[in-house]
Each structure stands twice: as structure tokens, then as C-alpha cells.
């Protein structure tokens, strides 16, 4: 700076002029009241306040000036000073206040608003009513076996017994000769269980099935049964009763009892309609339907591959909805196919 070894005058030492000290501290208080929040005041205060800034740069050429001259000019500085470090802090308080009512305001929790959190859901009832029947099995000692949804007709038709044309009710995929139906009952699942597996076999098979025909409170075009097969050395119907009777009893209470009521089906013989007894049925106690079974056919085993001389079989199919609906005192089977969380969350933990 070149007034640096001019002889001393302090009106050349221009940062310690009076009116310049004047406008650091005006031009200080301008910027503070310009900062929109504290984050953007404290940021102002190197420019201001700092080593750098136009005070510390004055404070520093005291030193140059004669000592009768030092004193006054100390004062001023230290009065520009006093005055900026009050503008800040005037103005820290401000806008602190501000930020605190700004954050109580913009932060409040308005306990009013819609409820935008994800709900949990629940397994299906049918879900876990199937995971417990596949339980009691496993702990017999079956299997747990699958079959697909779409199956041939040979499977579910020709190897069943069931006269040509199949079961009414079923779906057929198109093109008309494609060959491939919907399975209307788990059934197909005992011919493929024993095409793939040699005796003793003891399967169960869970899964949806389809049937044409109109919707209404008792009747949906896609439910669920659970198949069973056991093909053996002896097995006979009495081991078929004990089993069911088993079944229900751990399904429905110590307490329950099944009827048997003779019946036809082509995949066995003898064969029965098997009733449940509903003490509490919220119709009054009564017996349903639970499903059907009997005696494998020898035909059926023969066109899977097992021997009718050495071996014999027995074989069950019960509906999972109508269990699911009776025991709950459900009303319409819609509810089980709607996918409603609320359904699942009330009925699914404890099915
Ligand atoms: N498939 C039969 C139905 O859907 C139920 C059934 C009857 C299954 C007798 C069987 C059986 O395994 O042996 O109505």
C-alpha cells in the first residue's frame, strides 16, 4: 500500500477514516438484516467480523500511527466493532426466533391427516387351513405332492375311469382338441402321483380347482380340495375311516363325527359321500358335506402302472373352502376370493 511510507497523516490511513469505520459497520448491519435464516448470517460473519474483514484490516494499521494518534483511533475501530458484533447478535436473536416458530409450525403432526402408512397384511385363511392339513399328513407320514392346474384330459379323464367327455363342469382349454383341461378336482393328482412314485404311496396333494357354472354365495368357479391316495399292501376301508375320522376330529374338535352315505364315483368302489357333524353351525347343528372317497378302482390302478393283485389303495378328496366357511360361520364363499386384507387379517393367523 503506498501510504505506507508517506510521512503520517491519519486521514490518508483510509481505513481508519471515521467514515469509513461508519460504512463497514453500515454495510455490516445491511448484509445481517439481508440473511434469510442463521445458517446464511453465520456465513456473513468472516466477511465482517473475520481477519480479512474491513475492521481487522483497520485494527492493524493502528500500529503505523503516532501514540497520540493510537488512541482514538483504537477507539473508533473498537467501536465499529461493538456496533457490528451487536447487529449480529441482534439479529441471531431474531432470526433464531423465527427459525424456532418456523420448525413448531412446519413440523406440527396433524393427527387429523389420512392414515398414509402401508397397512400389513395376512395370509390367506385358505393358505394356512391348507398349510395344517398338510401338517397333520406329513406327521402320518405322507407326502405333501403337486400337480399342475392346467392338466391333460388323459390324466384327469381317461386314467380316472371317468366316462369320455369328462366330468361336467369342466373347463377345457382351447382349441377345442387341445387335449388340456382346468383339474375340477385334485384328483389328477393320484394318477400322476403313482406314475411317478412305486408302493407303498402315501400322498396328500392341496390345490385350487376349477368349475364351470354360475357364482353365488356357495358356489365360485375356482376352490380348493385336498386329495389323498394311499396305495399299499392290505390297505382296506376301515384304514380309510380311521384316517378321516382322525382327520376331522384334529380339524373340528375331539368331538366331531363324520356319517358316511354310499355314493358312485368311477375312480372308486365302494365309495362314499363323508358328512361332517357342525354343532355349531351358525344355522343350527347339522351335518355337511365334507367330500368324497372309497377304494381305488383296480382299472385306475392298472392304468397308472400299480398291480390290483399285489396292491390296493384308498383315496379321499374334501373341500377346503366349505370347511374354511363352516368352521367360521362364513356365509358367502365370494369372501374367500375377494383378497380382502381385512378377511385374511381376521380369519388368517388362527385358520
Ligand atoms: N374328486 C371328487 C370330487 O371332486 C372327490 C373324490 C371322491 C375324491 C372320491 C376321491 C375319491 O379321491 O376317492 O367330487
Known sequence: MSYRNDPYDPKQVALLDPAALAE??????????????PDALTALRPAHLGDRSPLSLARREIGALPPAAKSDAGKRVNEARRAIETAYAERAEVLEREQAERVLVEERVDVTLPYDRRPRGARHPLSALLESISDLFVGMGYEVAEGPEVDLEWVDVDALNIPAGGSPGTFHIAPQRSGLVLRPHTSTVQ???????TP????IAPGRVYRTGEVDATHSPVFHQVEGLVVDRGS???????TLDHVARALFGPEAKTRWRPHHFPFTGPSATIDVWFPEHRDGPRWVEWGGCGMVDPRVLRACGVDPDV?????FGVGIDRTLMVRHGISDIRHLVEGDVRFSRALG???
Open 236 to 242: 382296506t376301508m376301515a384304514h380309510l375311516r380311521g
Open 349 to 351: 393367523a388362527g385358520a
Open 311 to 315: 396292491y390296493s389303495g384308498f383315496a
Open 24 to 37: 463497514a459497520v453500515a454495510d455490516a448491519s445491511k448484509a445481517f438484516t439481508a440473511a434469510a435464516d
Open 191 to 197: 394318477t400322476r402321483a403313482m406314475l411317478s412314485r
Open 200 to 203: 407303498p404311496i402315501h400322498v
